[in-house]
């Protein structure tokens, strides 16, 4: 499929999809999530991990496109911010690791399909923010229940309500991205945390990502029971053989995602 706001490039297991849109920096409108939904109901098996990043130095993704926004009605705002939750929900059930490679504004919808990743890198000029209520409206594609799980309740408050933005080094400490980088090592940096991936068994990042997502809002009982199911499928797996194996005999695993 040829996509007029997607960039697509494939080296090896890791796909790179760079969210392009230059003039509105990256803005988020239907047309733009509609491309991210068709892509990500296509990823094929092949694909072990997915970085997501936006064009150029200045914007990862700059929020949603408000000039498409200003005119909707209360049935229209509802359907839009459904849809955007539904694509970010896509993008967080895939069952490979997604890393966010964010290089400048992760603002509104930007740091939302941020949050939607599993692993966020920051270039030291990256700029995030909630600011939606500067604009009469709330975070609309899930940004009130993943901030909140990533930084705690108080924090997204502080975030949400004042509508203000922060810089890399906050998102650091707070505990919004898992590492900072310089720009230009930016992205070096997030294919070198997918090189990593890559090299372990596929369907035990499968399950562990299965299990960190599903366990995300079930008491202790059920989510030690999830993960106790889950350690056992493990076994049920070539992967496990193989890595086991490997690591008796001393020699380097050969993973077929099997």
Do not use: W
């Not at 409108?29 to 990043?53: G, H, K, W």
């Not at 594609?141 to 949400?160: C, E, N, W």
């Not at 992967?239 to 695993?253: C, I, N, V, Y």
């Amino acid at each position: 499929m040829d996509y007029k706001f997607l960039k697509i490039e494939n080296e090896g297991p890791v796909c790179t999809m760079t969210i392009s849109a230059p003039k509105s920096l990256n803005a988020l409108n239907r047309a733009i999530l509609e491309e991210i939904d068709a892509f990500v109901s296509s990823i094929v098996d092949s694909v072990r991990v997915l970085i997501i990043t936006g064009d150029g130095e200045k914007s990862f993704v700059a929020g949603a496109d408000i000039s498409e926004m200003a005119g909707f009605n209360e049935q229209e705002g509802f359907a839009f911010g459904q849809f955007g939750a539904s694509v970010f929900r896509k993008i967080e059930d895939l069952p490979i690791p997604v890393i966010a490679a964010i290089n400048g504004f992760a603002l509104g919808g930007g740091c939302e399909i941020a949050m939607a990743c599993d692993i966020r890198v920051a270039a030291d000029n990256a700029v995030f923010g909630q600011p939606e209520v500067k604009l009469g409206i709330i975070p609309g594609f899930s940004g009130t229940y993943r901030l909140a799980k990533l930084v705690g309740q108080g924090m997204a408050k502080d975030l949400i309500y004042t509508g203000r933005n922060i810089k890399a080094d906050e998102a650091l400490r707070i505990g919004l991205v898992n590492a900072v980088l310089p720009h230009d090592e930016m992205m070096a940096y997030a294919k070198k945390l997918a090189s990593m991936i890559v090299a372990n068994a596929p369907r035990a990042v499968a399950f562990a990502k299965k299990t960190i997502n599903e366990n995300y809002d079930m008491d202790r009982t059920e989510a030690l029971a999830l993960e106790n199911r889950n350690f056992g499928a493990c076994f049920a797996t070539s992967d496990q053989k193989e890595g086991m194996q490997a690591f008796l005999g001393k020699r380097k695993a050969e993973f077929q995602n099997k």
